[in-house]
């Protein structure tokens, strides 16, 4: 019998990985449910990767910490899909990341990181400058072994495993005394700047509070002691009243333009009830979680009939052990794209001044949103 509300909840399966250390030393962790956990021999001895010149340099005017990577110039760059990278290896001559010749979901550590876990000691320097190591990690998330496809094109439960993987990634760096924060996201799109096709996603753990989350985090906190509520709760509820910026929802879920949105065709999506990170959202949240992240992608790949690029940002609570009360589980998608073939690009007001400006109501395109039927 589905349960209230009318939407069939699929069968669970147990959660399996197993985690293998590539002969630079760096790990990669195989999940599974419906087939066996790859056989991949562990190499014997591990080398591992330099990196030249990675270190955090302190933005003294904004008091704000500006990663430095150099050895990222070498990443690979829009290679033919023949030689992907996060394909597996189906020839022993031409490994790729992924030493098998298939898999369900993958994560494996950034062979071109901007944080590691154990980064070179910083360049020294004299006030005003400051320099600290790039302490952290940053891993690459693969939702499919399937080269040509898209998150809005995998069915519902594989994208509630891929929240199974996310879940346990944040629970594991969560876990590691020197991560403060994790940071879940993906990029899509050459326009975003996107060197791989492959569908895949980051993590990004680090080692302080990044400003855009800190920011939140006091604004919710403020509101809060002013208010004795979540300010995400009551935006939540306010959309929900409102109605005209909804674009999808379900019994956990919903997705909508939000009112002060800065982007064209931005999306948020929020969980109904107050869930402070991935690790509070319960079995039926998740599959909800699942269910709304396809219709949105959906949604976006059938606007103009091209998938649509995109950043994907998951906001939740930070990893310091601190006392968060305002966190709320959420997440933004900003596309680039004001119509089919113009971007928005953050110009003079935007980058100068940290002001956007929208030539576009979130209430017209919500509209437009909720009018394009998710193809099947």
Same mark, same amino acid.
């Given at each position: 019998m589905p349960p209230a509300g009318g939407m069939p909840r699929l069968a669970a399966m147990p959660l399996r990985k197993a985690r293998v250390t590539k002969p630079d030393g760096r790990h990669l962790w195989y999940y599974a449910w419906d087939r066996p956990l790859p056989e991949v021999a562990q190499p014997s001895r591990a080398h591992k990767l330099e990196s030249e010149g990675l270190e955090l340099r302190r933005h003294p005017v904004l008091d704000e910490w500006v990663?430095?990577?150099?050895? *990222?110039?070498?990443?690979?760059?829009?290679?033919?899909?023949?030689?992907?990278?996060?394909?597996?290896?189906r020839n022993a001559k031409s490994p790729t990341e992924v030493p098998s010749r298939d898999y369900e979901i993958a994560v494996f550590e950034n062979r071109f990181p901007s944080l590691r876990s154990d980064p070179p000691a910083p =360049?020294?320097?004299?006030?005003?400058?400051?320099?600290?190591?790039?302490?952290?990690?940053?891993? &690459?998330?693969?939702?499919? =072994?399937?080269?040509?496809?898209?998150?809005?094109?995998?069915?519902?439960?594989?994208?509630?495993?891929?929240?199974?993987?996310?879940?346990? !990634?944040?629970?594991?760096l969560a876990a590691r005394r020197?991560?403060?924060?994790?940071?879940?996201?993906?990029?899509?799109?050459?326009?975003?700047? &996107?060197?791989?096709?492959?569908?895949?996603?980051?993590?990004?753990?680090? =080692?302080?509070?990044?400003?855009?989350?800190?920011?939140?985090?006091?604004?919710?906190?403020? %509101? !809060?002691?002013?208010?004795?509520?979540?300010?995400?709760?009551?935006?939540?509820?306010?959309?929900?009243?409102?109605?005209?910026?909804? &674009?999808?929802?379900?019994?956990?879920?919903?997705?909508?333009?939000?009112?002060?949105? *800065?982007?064209?065709?931005?999306?948020?999506?929020? =969980?109904?009830?107050?869930?402070?990170?991935?690790?509070e959202l319960t079995a039926a949240e998740r599959e909800g979680l699942a269910r709304v992240m396809k219709i949105i992608t959906q949604k976006y790949d059938g606007l103009w009939d091209f998938p649509?690029? %995109?950043?994907?940002?998951?906001?939740?609570?930070?990893?310091?052990?601190?006392?968060?009360?305002?966190?709320?589980?959420?997440?933004?998608?900003t596309p680039p794209h004001r119509t089919p073939d113009k971007l928005k690009f953050l110009a003079g007001c935007e980058t100068g001044a940290g002001t956007y400006i929208l030539d576009a109501k979130a209430e017209d395109t919500a509209r437009r949103l909720r009018s394009v039927a998710p193809r099947t």
């Open positions: 990663i430095v990577a150099p050895e *990222r110039q070498g990443r690979t760059f829009l290679p033919p899909a023949r030689y992907c990278p996060l394909c597996p290896t =360049s020294k320097t004299r006030r005003p400058f400051e320099t600290s190591r790039a302490l952290g990690t940053c891993e &690459v998330t693969l939702y499919t =072994s399937a080269h040509d496809t898209t998150l809005a094109q995998l069915p519902v439960e594989h994208i509630t495993r891929l929240v199974e993987v996310w879940t346990d !990634r944040y629970r594991d020197e991560i403060a924060y994790v940071l879940i996201f993906e990029n899509r799109g050459k326009e975003i700047g &996107v060197t791989l096709t492959h569908p895949h996603g980051q993590i990004y753990g680090f =080692s302080y509070l990044p400003p855009e989350p800190a920011r939140e985090l006091a604004v919710a906190r403020r %509101y !809060r002691r002013e208010h004795g509520r979540c300010l995400h709760c009551d935006i939540v509820a306010a959309e929900l009243r409102d109605k005209q910026r909804i &674009v999808a929802q379900n019994e956990t879920f919903v997705a909508f333009v939000p009112h002060y949105a *800065r982007f064209p065709y931005e999306v948020h999506v929020a =969980s109904k009830a107050h869930r402070p990170s991935l690790l649509l690029p %995109y950043i994907m940002v998951m906001h939740q609570r930070p990893t310091d052990g601190g006392r968060h009360p305002g966190c709320h589980f959420h997440i933004e998608f």
